[in-house]
């Protein structure tokens, strides 16, 4: 390199913006889940049986949402109170017939799980 040539110092190069690495975003929990409702004797109206799995996922809720499905105009919600049970299968909630009726779905329907 020849000495005569000074470099040019203090110049900033322009790079256009997709050419920049992006940023990572952050992942947020997902405050919801899709889960299977069961009916089941001996829980009380309005109480909702959640395996410890979901109970963690959802951070420990007092309440839940559970929205039945239905199309964007006929969803069904209703608040239910939240009780861990170690006893309930990873991927279901259990709660009374009569809250099933109220909803108006079946056993092993897909509903979506929210914290309230």
């Known amino acids: 390199m020849p000495e005569d040539k000074e470099v040019e110092r203090g110049r900033k190069l322009l790079i256009p913006p997709f050419l920049t690495p992006q940023q990572e975003k952050k992942e947020q929990k997902k405050a919801e889940r899709r889960v299977k409702i069961k009916g089941e004797d001996g ?15 959802l951070d420990k809720p007092s309440e839940v949402e559970v929205v ?9 919600k209703k ?3 939240a009780v861990m049970s170690d006893k309930i299968p990873s991927g279901e909630i259990h709660v009374s017939p009569e809250d099933l009726r109220t909803l108006g779905v079946a056993e092993n329907t897909v509903v979506t799980i929210r914290k309230k």
């Open 79 to 81: 608040i239910f109170k």
């Open 43 to 57: 829980i009380g109206e309005g109480v909702a049986k959640i395996p410890p799995d979901l109970y963690e996922a």
């Open 68 to 76: 039945a499905p239905g199309g964007s105009s006929h969803e069904r």
